[in-house]
């Protein structure tokens, strides 16, 4: 079955389609990705799929020639009718509608267009998020352009209107985001739109990596003190312990080279002498 025609072009299909959805969620698990940069991200893989579904991926090609040539990676092959092979175009068709059907901008079939509110409220927030973007703006724009976008934008994530419409018009003159701070609150908030669930999955792996058999009686508190230093602490290298070390001292604790300190006294082993000498006796 491995060395059979239909399953090297059963292989490179779901390899082309998997790669395409592996790199689809590296982008979404971007902690700096925005809503709208995540929706563009996700419409353009669609077009990938659907552009698959006519013109075959790199694998396919490569799959191809090997069925035709009966070879592959040194491997002869051989026809086993057992295995179904998969349509290409239509396996990457069902995939790319199975996508769209998951995207807040989609139209179920059974919902009314005009009572489907959250739709054309996400669409709109998609559209007013999208003129933050230089290559969505007309050649030599109004200086008008977006405001009310933008107007719409601060009401959404009540940040100052007249700042931050002030601060747009100075991004559409100079185009440099960086340096206009009247912008930054609405960028901010907008950045705080989770995306994903990545950020709840890195948590969770933390939890496990900290809550093992061997630390199962760790309280609630401490649990989540050492995954906030281990989820959203800074590194090693950049962490200044001197504050710390400070309030751990002024609050009466013992310094790390303390030698008055109570010395740790040792059992009374002698209970258990005759034992161990007969364990060291040669059998």
Known sequence: MLGSVEFVHNLDVMHDGLSELATLSLQLQNRSIS????????ERTIRVLNSMANQPGPRSEEASHACVNLIFKDVPLINYAKIPKINSGQFFRSLSN???SRLFTFQASNTASSGNTFKNKYEDLLKDME???PKSWP???DIQFGDKNIRRLTATFQVDE????QGFREYKDTRVISSISPLNPLLVAIKTIAIS????????SAMNNTVTFERNKLTTQHISSLLFIQCVGPPVIAFNPANYVKSWILNGRRYANELCCPKRQLKNCDN???LWNLLNEDV
Request: glycine share 0%; proline share 0%.
């Open 162 to 165: 007249r700042s931050t419409v």
């Open 35 to 42: 809503l709208w940069n995540a929706n563009t991200c996700i």
């Open 197 to 204: 669930s990545s950020e709840c999955e890195r948590t969770f």
């Open 131 to 133: 003129v933050l973007e």
């Open 139 to 141: 050649d030599n724009c």
């Open 98 to 100: 199975n996508m769209h």
């Open 272 to 274: 258990y002498s005759q």
